[in-house]
């Protein structure tokens, strides 16, 4: 059984779909999991292996990378705290789609197969909820596929930025840090581009003084205009560009 501090527990609480379920479901799952703790760079799972366990994020962060033949790897997606994750293999007894990659120190809670399947077993009503978390992870999925092919560059690469400083922002005396080491060549993955288009577009931000970048990381010190192109807003794509 975890023992979580009430600083864990709020994190918990602060994903929509783990608030929602019911009270003594939310016991039950705390119970049946175990505390893991990651090393930078250490993977939670590995894609093509079986999958051991189903997974929430504590603290940190986990990039979800697919790998290339060659061994290059692309980021997909930063999960952020409250994230629950990995149920996939669990529930079709497939491998994993996608490795799973400690971005910093990350704690996590791991629920192991058996005490998933006794969970299922003991709260008839958990699958229904499984099943509307797949459905909102669905409508996220096609919102995704709809951006790359519809929005330009600039409103994806700001919507981006806007989001990661919801999900990860640590708030400074100049603006909003974005808690992640954030390599271009990462954010350019995230957005389906090259690195050299990001930071083309990077660069006229910063000398608008909307964001700052530096050693990987990047600070969103007005949020306003971003929000604006994320939206699209053609004069204030236009203004970025000038």
Request: aromatic share 6%.
């Amino acid at each position: 059984m975890a023992t979580l501090n009430p600083a864990q527990i709020a994190i918990l609480q602060s994903d929509i779909w783990f608030s929602g379920l019911p009270g003594p479901v939310r016991a039950a799952i705390i119970e049946a999991a175990q505390v893991k703790h990651l090393a930078d760079g250490e993977y939670s799972h590995r894609k093509d292996r079986p999958g051991d366990g189903w997974m929430g994020i504590l603290s940190g962060a986990v990039k979800i990378c697919a790998t290339a033949p060659d061994g290059k790897q692309t980021a997909l997606a930063f999960l952020e705290p409250g994230t629950w994750f990995g149920e996939i293999s669990l529930f079709d007894g497939l491998p994993r789609t996608h490795d799973g990659i400690a971005h910093g120190p990350t704690e996590l809670l791991l629920v192991a197969n058996h005490e998933f399947r006794e969970l299922l077993k003991q709260h008839p009503e958990l699958p229904m909820h499984f099943l509307k978390l797949q459905a909102s992870r669905l409508r996220l999925l096609f919102a995704a596929m709809e951006d790359v092919n519809v929005l330009p560059l600039p409103a994806r690469l700001a919507k981006q930025l806007v989001n990661l400083s919801h999900a990860y922002g640590v708030k400074e005396q100049d603006g909003v840090r974005i808690n992640l080491h954030l390599p271009q060549e990462d954010l350019a993955q995230l957005l389906g581009s090259s690195r050299q288009r990001v930071n083309v577009l990077l660069s006229d931000w910063v000398r608008q003084g909307w964001v700052s970048v530096r050693y990987g990381g990047v600070t969103l010190h007005d949020e306003l205009p971003l929000k604006r192109i994320a939206a699209g807003d053609v004069a204030a794509s236009a203004t970025a560009q000038a």
